[in-house]
């Protein structure tokens, strides 16, 4: 094969630094990139980017691959964290991965790879793609555990004719031995479960920073006050944790689960029992829609789709309806969909697209 100049976004983590040495191994050019886009601040003590940035320079080393440092910290606020902050302030649970992989990741990071004289960018993703070139098709990754084709929905063609995915083949117990075999130095480090480019940190506390907190009364479904909540941003649809209210009320012990959020008079809804009927609905309604191929298919579509990550196939149904928005209805009726999140859709291994859950 001819080799190709890929740039690798080496994020510090096992699964990029893999990703580069399978290139490597498979004839390509290969550089890194590291991507610092958050602005950090001390005043919690909390610095990931550094390191980070440590690990990301200790597996170049042991590549040979020349590492660039860049910072997108402008285009991540105005793109992502802008929209983020506007969401919870609607109420809304946004996922932020998302919307970073669409706008940093394979948008910034590629337009500065290209620029660059790149022939294609990689990343650690548990993800496939197939197809022709501006025909391409995202599949799920091999590994049922680690695929990502949810949080990357929203690439387009461009982005799909650009990007390689060496880890879609790969289930993750592979991913850490391989590294461990080839003596990269990150090979045992724990995976990031933070937010996006921010990590992993105090979420209310953090969030208290940019939106101030409104406490407000807690409900059940008969509106009966039972308690106050902080903020109505702290707390997701099927939140179980840090409700502060026990088993009280209604003479059981079963737990309480928040079901819904009254914006207007800025109460937390709650219902007791993991299976009460108010945390089910049969359809949702989603809205900005995103279709990979870069059109939508044909309507309606039965396919199947997920509310959340991780989540098993969930057979449906789509319709679109006036004013644009894409109705779901599910055969199961789905617990804890929640206004904000994205739901995606899947006909077998290959994902559509998918739109943000509205209600």
């Given amino acids: 094969m001819n080799a190709k100049r890929v740039i690798v976004g080496l994020s510090g983590g096992v699964d990029s630094a893999v990703a580069a040495h399978l290139l490597q191994q498979q004839g390509y050019t290969v550089e890194a990139v590291f991507m610092k886009n958050w602005e950090e601040d001390d005043r919690d003590g909390h610095c990931p980017a550094e390191q980070d940035l440590v690990e990301a320079r200790a597996v170049a080393g042991r590549l040979d691959i020349p590492l660039r440092t860049v910072s997108f910290s402008s285009e991540y606020w105005d793109r992502v964290f802008e929209y983020f902050l506007a969401e919870y302030r609607a109420g809304r649970t ?175 809804v709650v219902a007791q029992g993991k299976h009460h009927p108010a945390l089910f609905q049969s359809s949702l309604l989603a809205s900005d829609m995103h279709w990979i191929a870069g059109m939508p298919p044909d309507i309606p579509l039965r396919c199947q789709a997920h509310i959340r990550y991780r989540q098993a196939d969930q057979a449906c149904e789509i319709t679109v309806l006036n004013n644009g928005h894409c109705e779901v209805t599910f055969d199961v009726a789905q617990r804890a969909v929640a206004p904000g999140q994205a739901v995606v859709f899947y006909q077998g291994d290959i994902c559509l697209g998918g739109g943000t859950i509205q209600a």
Avoid at 255 to 268: E, F, G, M, Q, T
Wanted: hydrophobic residues 35%; positive net charge.
């Fill in 94 to 268: 946004p996922n932020p991965d998302i919307l970073c992989n669409q706008e940093i990741k394979f948008r910034a990071f590629l337009d500065y790879a290209l620029g660059l004289g790149a022939d294609r960018i990689a990343t650690g993703h548990y993800a496939r793609v197939t197809g022709e070139p501006h025909a391409r098709r995202l599949l799920k990754g091999l590994d049922p555990d680690k695929d990502q084709s949810y949080f990357l929905y929203r690439l387009d063609q461009r982005a799909l004719n650009h990007t390689l995915f060496p880890l879609g083949e790969l289930r993750k117990p592979e991913v850490r031995a391989l590294a461990e075999r080839e003596g990269l130095p990150n090979y045992a480090r724990k995976d990031s479960t933070g937010i996006c480019f921010i990590g992993e940190r105090k979420f209310k506390t953090f969030l208290q920073r940019f939106i101030p907190a409104q406490p407000g009364d807690i409900v059940d479904t008969e509106g009966q006050v039972i308690g106050r909540h902080d903020g109505l941003m702290f707390h997701t649809i099927g939140q179980r944790q840090g409700l502060g209210i026990g088993g009280m009320a209604g003479g059981s012990n079963e737990p309480w689960y928040v079901c819904a959020k009254d914006i207007d008079n800025n109460r937390l």
